[in-house]
């Protein structure tokens, strides 16, 4: 699967899981309602769908350019790392606003969300690459 298909696919897999873990996340952080957290929850899914794939086009096209095709441990870290370092410039004054607290307090609270997401974007890519196949992108080229 390739191109739009793909993406579109990714994106609704990847927010929807994420949008529930998220919710009872932040409901046991903040000790607010679900409903409370859900709306943070949506809001945050929203900036990382426009995120997603503003982030995932520039890293394909960067990848693309590269001479060794494919996705090593390291090259999905990095993947992973900067995906999640995005979010978190947008995602922290948010959680801060929403919830009434600092930006140190929901940069704190916001760790362990952090940390769970850096493993579970890179647990997501490598399963979805694994039911999917690689992007063009990232696939050996032809001999």
Excluded: C, K
């Excluded at 870290?77 to 009434?100: N, R």
């Amino acid at each position: 699967m390739q191109g739009v298909r793909r993406r579109v696919l990714y994106v609704a897999l990847y927010e929807l899981i994420a949008i529930v873990v998220a919710t009872f996340g932040l409901a046991v952080l903040t000790g607010q309602s679900a409903a409370h957290s859900g709306v943070a929850s949506v809001a945050a899914s929203v900036i990382a769908v426009v995120w997603n794939l503003l982030f995932n086009w520039a890293f394909e096209r960067w990848e693309a350019r590269q001479a060794v095709r494919g996705r090593t441990v390291w090259r999905r870290m990095a993947h992973a790392v900067g995906f999640e370092g995005g979010l978190v410039f947008t995602l922290v004054p948010l959680f801060a606003w929403w919830f009434g607290v600092t930006l140190w307090q929901a940069f704190v609270m916001d760790l362990a969300l952090i940390v769970f997401f850096l493993v579970y974007t890179f647990v997501f890519n490598w399963g979805f690459d694994r039911v999917f196949g690689l992007p063009a992108s990232a696939q050996p080229a032809a001999a």
